[in-house]
């Protein structure tokens, strides 16, 4: 009789260590995809700040001057719309170790510009975007002034050029 109440119990046993090996692994699942929503949600953010300055005409003293010289159908303001932005996932970083994530931004603008002056634009898009992301996982002291590449703990992010369509 005791035989039967023993297997009981190692059944028991294997069983909820099963279950606790499922609910690890759903848990790293669950947090790698909660920092990719995270990231995602930062580039919005990040790619509205740089529209809005952009949009606005509104730049540092440096790239105001800069502009002026060279690209001053930038100091009008205009109009950028997004059309998407969407990331894809580029293997492991060997520099890193980590996953390389590249967000590409697809945008439309209201005015002709030449392509130096839809690039202008487009950089400035991408570097709020990469500010934001550096900001929401605090990692700015890891990255540099252009914040490219910007980290997370699993994830090396990165921007394409933005597409104009």
Do not use: C
Not at 58 to 82: A, G, M, R
Not at 96 to 111: E, G, H, L, N
């Amino acid at each position: 009789m005791k035989e039967n109440k023993a297997q009981v119990s190692a059944e028991y046993l294997f069983f909820m260590g099963v279950m606790i090996l499922i609910v690890m692994m759903g848990i790293a699942f669950v947090y790698s995809q909660q920092e990719l929503n995270i990231a995602m949600s930062a580039a919005r953010n990040g790619v509205n700040d740089g529209i809005v300055s952009s949009s606005g005409a509104i730049y540092p003293k440096q790239t105001y001057n800069d502009y002026s010289k060279s690209k001053s159908e930038l100091l009008i303001p205009h109009s950028v719309e997004i059309v998407n932005v969407s990331y894809s996932e580029m293997g492991v970083d060997k520099n890193f170790d980590k996953k390389r994530i590249q967000f590409k931004v697809y945008a439309t603008s209201s005015k002709d510009f030449s392509k130096k002056e839809l690039d202008s634009i487009g950089d400035r898009i991408n570097y709020n975007l990469r500010k934001s992301i550096a900001v929401s996982f605090n990692s700015t002291s890891s990255t540099n002034k252009l914040y490219n590449p910007v980290f997370s703990p699993h994830y090396v992010f990165t921007t394409a050029n933005v597409k104009w369509v």
